[in-house]
């Protein structure tokens, strides 16, 4: 389940946009996972639902309009009835992509871009933490 | 951009990119061993150590006080008295740290080796500032004032504070990683981020108490702003040579000894450029349409006459003043690397607008829109400094004025003034200078600030004229406005 295909690219986003949008898609995935009656611990997909939205703050500061631009990912899974341990690997999937995918040699990508979007790669990174126990 | 040629702006910004990309490598890359993850701690408390240091230094109150004496860092709102600036620096004394890499740069992690990077760059940049400072916080260059004044100084604090923002959470992200190898690594106090979180907002609150100009951001170190040389452009070699003639009637119209020849030698060059804008600008009006200039060609076409028409006037001005004060007398020494500069300006215009004798056609003076932009943005930089000097000037002959130091040859004085006064025909005999009759000096001054007025106008005009050249500084075109507007037409001086 947790794989590349998860993430349903609507359409060509820049780097800064990407992220953005893995972020909000993350941060509504861990919230409605936290919400089920079947979750042991609901805190630790609490608390990464508000680091991801710390994260989409963070490169929102950067670019204000950015969510006229974007969307948040769409997930190939239902997170209100897939097991948990399939959502949870597929949220990890999400925010580990996010981290990795994000082309630091953009030439597109200004200084004030790349720092907020560094500040957003820790905060999903801590999402990852809070959800797994450990860094990606 | 090296880091000698960079302004303020380029070098924090390379502060930026590199911390950045060290966020993106400590989630890329776990550490090997402990040594690794014990260097990257090092370079993180090493970039707090520079952030503290360089807030320190925009500061003046802050520096002068000594940090935070009185401010119990561990509780930042023990005491409501304690400035917010304070806290912070304390804050980010507790957490940074100077250090230097212990191992070699090839075997650094690439976290440590972004944020020694980024450390570099934000303490290049201070360098950057000192250079306008002399060691006892005096000035150095025309643009010294603007490190001390709280708008820049709030404009640049406030984006540091955003830095401190974007780079505390590094800090919690740090401290997980390291425990991976080495679960000894000293570095709690990093692991919750809330406090360096409350710096860098407490830093920010500091900074909007003031609206802040980035004039800094625009700065470059005055080694470089003196010899700026910018060259393979229209008039660069004018730009090059007004950038050394402003810095040195800065230094001249600060001195103790003002010389009024000197000052005529700047009239003169005044004269001349406003006359060759005053010829660019109508070539410029005139092939506005041909060219596209700006958005409205027409509107533009209209701007560049006015523009061409304050010229004019700021040229007879200056050309006013320049025969006043070629009749004064002084015992100063010339000074001919002036006048030799002057000299370049105004030969570097006349290969734009001269054929020999005569005034290039308008085609010839700017056969594309290319050129047209480029140089316009090079008369609107001469048009620039001019009017800083104009004012600096205006302030040396009304001290000079006020001093007595203006001497004039007896006979150039009315002959009913003679007979006025018997000192004066005294001095006619023995043919010595007298000190410039009460009417001349206020006439003098007079024509000083004419002179000074139609410079402002004509600056003024370049500035709104942004769709046919490139503001430099824009920033410090506003603060200059600002001044201008306020009555303090020589700040900085």
Redesign the interface.
């Known amino acids: 389940v947790a794989d590349q295909d998860d993430l349903t690219v609507a359409d060509s986003r820049d780097a800064v946009t990407e992220l953005w949008a893995i972020a909000r898609a993350v941060e509504d995935g861990a919230a409605v996972v936290a919400a089920r009656r079947d979750v042991d611990n609901d805190l630790r997909f609490t608390v990464a639902a508000s680091h991801c939205g710390e994260a989409a703050d963070?490169l929102q500061r950067a670019h204000p309009g950015i969510w006229h631009a974007a969307h948040p990912h769409g997930f190939a899974v239902d997170f209100l009835r897939t097991p948990i341990d399939d959502a949870t690997r597929v949220l990890l999937a999400a925010l580990g992509d996010g981290?990795?995918s994000?082309d630091?040699d953009d030439l597109r990508l200004?200084?004030?871009?790349?720092?907020?979007?560094?500040?957003a790669?820790?905060?999903?990174?801590?999402a990852y933490?809070a959800i797994s126990g450990?860094?990606? | 951009v090296s880091v000698a040629d960079a302004t303020y702006r380029e070098l924090?910004?390379?502060a930026?990119?590199a911390?950045?990309?060290?966020?993106?490598a400590?989630?890329?890359h776990r550490f090997v061993d402990g040594q690794q993850a014990r260097e990257a701690v090092a370079a993180y408390r090493d970039l707090l150590d520079a952030v503290r240091v360089h807030a320190h230094y925009l500061n003046p109150l802050v520096r002068r006080e000594g940090p935070a004496s009185d401010t119990s860092a561990s509780d930042p709102v023990a005491s409501s008295d304690t400035p917010l600036f304070a806290r912070s620096i304390a804050m980010l004394a507790e957490r940074g740290r100077r250090s230097f890499p212990a191992m070699n740069r090839e075997s650094l992690p690439e976290v440590a080796l972004l944020w020694r990077r980024a450390a570099t760059s934000l303490r290049a940049s201070q360098d950057l500032l000192d250079t306008h400072r002399s060691p006892d916080f005096g000035w150095r260059s025309p643009d010294a004032w603007l490190v001390d004044h709280a708008k820049p100084q709030a404009a640049a604090t406030e984006s540091l504070a955003?830095?401190l923002?974007?780079?505390a959470?590094?800090g919690?992200?740090l401290a997980?990683?390291a425990r991976?190898v080495d679960r000894t690594i000293d570095c709690t106090d990093i692991l919750d981020s809330a406090a360096l979180r409350l710096a860098a907002a407490s830093l920010t609150h500091y900074a909007h108490k003031t609206a802040g100009v980035p004039a800094l951001d625009e700065l470059r170190a005055i080694r470089e702003a003196q010899s700026l040389r910018i060259d393979g452009q229209p008039l660069s070699s004018a730009v090059n040579a007004m950038n050394e003639l402003r810095q040195q009637a800065w230094e001249h119209a600060r001195s103790g000894h003002v010389s009024i020849r000197t000052i005529g030698v700047y009239a003169a060059l005044a004269t001349s450029v406003y006359q060759h804008a005053a010829v660019i600008a109508v070539a410029g009006a005139a092939r506005a349409a041909q060219l596209h200039l700006g958005t409205d060609p027409a509107a533009t076409s209209a701007q560049l006459q006015r523009s061409s028409q304050q010229s004019i006037a700021a040229a007879h001005s200056w050309g006013q003043v320049r025969r006043m004060c070629a009749r004064l007398k002084t015992t100063a020494v010339p000074h001919p690397e002036i006048y030799e500069l002057l000299l370049a300006v105004r030969a570097d215009l006349a290969t734009v607008t001269r054929d020999r004798s005569d005034w290039r056609q308008a085609s010839l003076m700017l056969p594309d829109a290319d050129v047209a932009h480029r140089v316009f943005t090079a008369v609107h930089e001469l048009v620039a400094s001019l009017e800083e000097i104009s004012a600096w000037h205006q302030n040396a002959v009304a001290r000079l004025a006020e001093a007595g130091q203006l001497y004039i040859a007896a006979s150039d004085v009315d002959r009913e003034q003679i007979s006025d006064d018997h000192t004066l025909a005294a001095a006619l005999l023995t043919r010595k200078p007298i000190p410039l009759p009460q009417r001349q000096t206020a006439e003098l001054l007079e024509a000083f600030a004419h002179a000074d007025g139609a410079s402002w106008s004509a600056a003024r005009t370049e500035t709104r004229s942004d769709s046919v050249s490139r503001l430099r500084r824009p920033a410090f075109s506003r603060m200059r406005e600002m001044y201008r507007e306020a009555g303090r037409p020589n700040v900085g001086l």
């Open positions: 963070e981290i990795a994000f630091v200004t200084p004030a871009d790349l720092l907020a979007a560094g500040t790669a820790t905060w999903l990174a801590m933490h450990r860094l990606p | 924090i910004d390379a930026f990119s911390a950045g990309r060290a966020s993106f400590l989630m890329r955003g830095f923002r974007a780079i959470g590094s919690q992200a997980l990683r991976e």
